[in-house]
Each structure stands twice: as C-alpha cells, then as structure tokens.
C-alpha cells in the first residue's frame, strides 16, 4: 500500500460521529477502506477509538490524504462550517477527492455549497440518508444522490459500503436534497397525522391495540404510522428521532415553499404542532411525543410505560 | 323453501345500490341468499335489474320479509330516512331482523339510531365498510363493526357473503363507526399530504415517477400515497372516490372532535383544502384532484391525460 499512489485501499474520513456517521464508519472500514473518524465533541471520539475506530485531532488532520470525505453533520449551517469555516477542509482535501453530504437541507444551499467546492476542482455528492441507526451500522442505508458523474465514481466505493440502495437522480447536487425533503415533508405530517389520531382515539376510549391493528390492515395505514404508534402503546418516548428534527426539516420545507411561492398547509399545521411538543419541554423526545402533546391539550390518557 | 319458517335461505334487503350496494348485493346473492334490492334513482334501479337482480318498488316491500337489510347509504341523514322518516322501515322490519348499518358516521349517531330500532325489537350492527368497488363485488370488503351478540348472529351470513375481514369491535353500536371516523381521518390528510408533496416535487421540477419510486421505498409513504399518486401521474381524474367524499368525513371528524374539546389542526388543513377543491369546481372529481388544485395556486404543471 502506497500513501500517495494508485493503488491503496480507499481512505475515508468521516466527519461527525453520531449515532449515523458512527455506524456509517463502520461501514466502511468493515468492507475495507482506511477509515479515520472526527467529531466535535469528545464523547463521541472517545467511542469511536473504544470501539477500534482511527480518529483525528482536528478536521485538516482527518481529511489529509482521503479520497472521500463523508460528511455526516446535522444541518446545512454545520456542512458549511465544515467545508468553508475557520477550520474549513475545503482547501485541505486532495485534488479529484468528493466530499459525501448527508445532512437534510435545503436543495439551493446543497447547489451553492457544490459549485463553490467544484470551483475548487474538488468534487461534490449530495447525498442525503435514510434509515436508522440500525441500519447505517449494518451498511443497509438509502441514499437519495445527485451529483456528477466524477463525483459518484469518487464516491463509489463508500456508496457501496454504506448503503443497500443508491437512487441516482441526477447529474447536479440540490436534486438529491429534494428528493430529501419530498420524504422529509411527507414523513413529518404523516407522524403528526398518527399523533392526531391514535390520541383522538384514546380520548373516545376505544382500545388502541386494536385500532392500531385495524388501521395497519386499512388506507389509512402510513410507514409512520406502523412505526411510531408502537412507542404510544408502550408510552415509551426514548428518543429514537427526536421532536428537534422535524422542527428543523418541517421549518425548511415552509422556507423552500415560501419561497417558491408553493402553499403548505399540512406542512405549516404540523410544523406548528413540533413547535408546540418543542415549547412544552418535549424537543429531545422522541417525535411520537406529539400524541402526548395532542393529549395534554385535550385531558386524553395515554398508556404509560410499564 | 318456505316463506314464513325457519329453514328458509336467509333473505337480505340491499338499501341503495350505488358502486358500493350493487356489489354487495352480488356477493350476497352469489353466496346463496335470496336478494331484494332498492334505490331511490331509477337508473341505479334498472342497471341491477339489467344485471338479473330482484327490485322492490319501494322501500316497504324491499323489506318484507328480509331477515337482514343491508343500508348502503351516503351518510346519517339518509340512514336515518330510510329507518324513521315518512317512509321509513323501522315499523316494516321482520321482528328479530337485523339493521346493517353501512353509511360513514359521528358515532354518536350511530348510537342513538341503534337505540331507537332497539327500542323496536330490531337488530341494528354498526357497520363502516372499507374496500372499493372492485372488492365490494368480490365479497372482499372490510367491515368494522360493533354491535348486540344478537345483531351479530343475525348478520351472519351477510356479513360472511360481504367481507374478507369482519372486525368485532364491541357489543354496542357507535364503536364501529368510531374506527371508522380514525381511518377517514388519517385516509383524508393522507391524501392531502400526498398531493402537497407531489405537486411540490412538479414545482421544484423533480421526475415525478422517480418521486414515486423513492417515496413508496420510504419512510415517507402512506398507503394512500401509494394508491392515489398514479392519478396525477397519469393525469386521470376520473372519479374513483370523489372530493365530496373527504368534505363530508373530514367535517364529522371536525364537528366530533370539536364536540369532544379536541384540537385536529391536521384535519383543519386538510379539510379546507378539500373545501377549495370542491369550491374550484373538482368536487365530483377523484380526491387526488388536490393535486391539481395545489398547481393552480402555485402555478405548477402536472402532467396531462395522454
């Protein structure tokens, strides 16, 4: 293995290490390539070296000599500072390598942040995830990618390694991204819709177990619903996705519109139910806290954890 | 076969024979009863006639002697005109014989209604059915219901001729139809959540069948999504189950959760964009017609009939 040549194994680095970048890195050092890791903060570095991880002292060091930099960040502002800011790896990544954006944001910023890395002769992959934590550990991600076609071929050997299905949507970033926040848009109304409902149930008495198997076999069945109405039943709000997130997305999707001059009502009516769970003390909980919401402003009881 | 005993097929009366009442009427009658049916349009009339079914000319004589009538009607007020208005049945009915309550409604409704044909000596099931058209002729629908022991048995072999699943929700009327109201509550912002999404995803000029793909992959799907998005792909609004529908079911879970001190800002959202629809001119369009109204007030194009 050569450090500078043509022929080594893949170096990636990944920068972020949450519950996503963690498993996304291991991942990739499972299917061979040279994994070093950063984070921020170091609890999430001490982790990664417990569990055999390489990490950096600082961003310049984690990107020196890597092919592809996966960014797996928690917003547009973050990306930006990672690229960009004070410490910024634009100009310390190697010529011809990609830099991998997972972080849900805004399909204009995802284009602005590409053309001014390509003007860099660097490349750019927008690249938004979906799927748990359970499944970036297992390499069973879905990526919803747009970039060009230097970038995907950069890129490629970490698509392979950290996800079951690549969607190619195009030879330019911000497509990607809003391919993200058609999902993201949907998802969060439709967690809002089981809260609304699974709670209004609640409140006429009817047995919920049995409204949650009737409406998993009906069309009124959504993914969230079969996902998130299970913490209800168990009154178990540990966060697996937390109230925070679709604050952030659901406020991106009302901007995008806004600004496109595109009405959002279900949008704005759900968006506004996050801000109240948030505003209430419920930001960190899991998103399914909605329905205790929507109970605590009705007097409906819920099932508590057992 | 005799005509007033004990040992004869079981004779069934089918009240409105619209998409829904005709096929269940055939499925009745290919199961081995004996049916008679009516409908206040003649031309619904003759199409069952035309079809060898047995019409009755008015609603008297379509339940005499029927051990089951089945009421396939719009919504409470008609249920409540077909069993106690000038020309109601509830004093026609057989003794013993059971009402098969069918029509969307406020539980609250459904529940006096039983009351009052208890009152009688009647049988009333509180039955919402769920399934199309198609799966209405197959026998195949799906029937949430609740309702007396007694009213159960005496539905019996209607319910096995109608339904591929029976649900038994309770032993008093009202539960039935509660179910109900939750999936036409979660169905209803389901497919404005689908039509805002999609009509967005044409804004932003994405490849609307790529959207489809992705999103029925994802967590962002519903099952109406799934089923309603090939309308405005294919740009067929064809009525397969119109605006009015949702105006109706969105109001009675608006009036009842407003009853019941329950804030629905989801249904709120939803509803008044079916009341746009329908106010545009798109109420006797199919529901995924939202599509197009969400385009016309942002200056969107959808694709078109080919």
Same mark, same amino acid.
């Given at each position: 293995?050569?450090?500078?040549?043509?022929?080594?194994?893949?170096?990636a680095?990944?920068?972020?290490l949450g519950s996503?970048g963690?498993g996304?890195?291991q991942?990739?050092a499972?299917?061979?390539?040279?994994?070093?890791g950063?984070d921020?903060t170091e609890?999430?570095?001490?982790r990664?070296?417990?569990?055999?991880?390489?990490?950096?002292?600082?961003?310049?060091?984690a990107?020196e000599?890597a092919?592809i930099v996966?960014s797996v960040?928690?917003?547009?502002?973050?990306?930006?500072?990672?690229?960009f800011?004070?410490?910024g790896?634009?100009?310390?990544?190697?010529?011809?390598s990609v830099f991998?954006s997972?972080?849900?944001?805004?399909p204009?910023v =995802?284009?602005?942040?590409?053309?001014? !890395?390509e003007a860099l002769? /660097?490349?750019?992959?927008? +690249?938004?995830?979906?799927? #748990?934590?359970a499944?970036?550990?297992?390499?069973e991600?879905?990526i919803?990618?747009?970039?060009?076609?230097?970038?995907?071929?950069?890129?490629?050997?970490?698509?392979?390694?950290m996800?079951a299905?690549?969607?190619?949507?195009?030879?330019?970033?911000g497509i990607g991204a809003a391919?993200k926040?058609?999902?993201?848009?949907?998802?969060?109304v439709h967690?809002?819709a089981a809260?609304?409902?699974?709670?209004?149930?609640?409140?006429?008495?009817?047995?919920?177990?049995?409204?949650y198997?009737?409406?998993?076999?009906s069309?009124?069945?959504?993914?969230?619903?079969?996902?998130r109405?299970p913490h209800?039943?168990?009154g178990d709000?540990?966060p697996l996705?937390?109230?925070?997130?679709?604050?952030?997305?659901l406020?991106?999707?009302q901007d995008?519109a806004? =600004?496109e001059?595109y009405?959002?009502? !279900?949008?704005?009516?759900? /968006?506004?139910?996050?801000l +109240?769970?948030s505003g209430? #003390?419920m930001?960190?909980d899991?998103?399914?806290s909605?329905?205790r919401l929507?109970?605590?402003l009705?007097?409906t009881t819920?099932?508590s954890?057992s």
């Amino acid at each position: 293995m050569s450090l500078n040549g043509e022929n080594h194994d893949p170096r990636a680095a990944v920068i972020g290490l949450g519950s996503m970048g963690f498993g996304m890195a291991q991942s990739m050092a499972r299917s061979g390539l040279e994994v070093v890791g950063y984070d921020i903060t170091e609890n999430a570095v001490a982790r990664f070296l417990a569990e055999g991880g390489r990490a950096a002292q600082n961003l310049t060091d984690a990107v020196e000599g890597a092919d592809i930099v996966v960014s797996v960040v928690v917003n547009a502002q973050q990306t930006e500072a990672v690229l960009f800011g004070p410490d910024g790896i634009a100009r310390a990544m190697k010529p011809g390598s990609v830099f991998i954006s997972s972080a849900t944001m805004d399909p204009a910023v =995802a284009r602005s942040l590409a053309q001014r !890395l390509e003007a860099l002769g /660097l490349h750019y992959l927008d +690249a938004p995830i979906s799927g #748990g934590a359970a499944r970036a550990a297992k390499g069973e991600l879905t990526i919803m990618a747009s970039g060009s076609p230097q970038a995907f071929a950069a890129a490629r050997p970490a698509l392979d390694a950290m996800a079951a299905k690549v969607y190619e949507l195009g030879d330019v970033s911000g497509i990607g991204a809003a391919f993200k926040m058609i999902n993201q848009l949907l998802a969060g109304v439709h967690i809002a819709a089981a809260c609304e409902a699974i709670s209004f149930a609640a409140k006429q008495g009817l047995d919920l177990q049995k409204v949650y198997e009737v409406i998993t076999a009906s069309a009124g069945n959504s993914w969230m619903f079969e996902n998130r109405v299970p913490h209800v039943l168990a009154g178990d709000y540990t966060p697996l996705s937390a109230i925070e997130i679709f604050v952030k997305d659901l406020g991106i999707v009302q901007d995008m519109a806004r =600004a496109e001059r595109y009405p959002v009502p !279900l949008v704005a009516a759900a /968006l506004q139910m996050y801000l +109240a769970a948030s505003g209430a #003390g419920m930001g960190r909980d899991d998103d399914s806290s909605l329905a205790r919401l929507y109970a605590q402003l009705s007097g409906t009881t819920l099932p508590s954890k057992s």
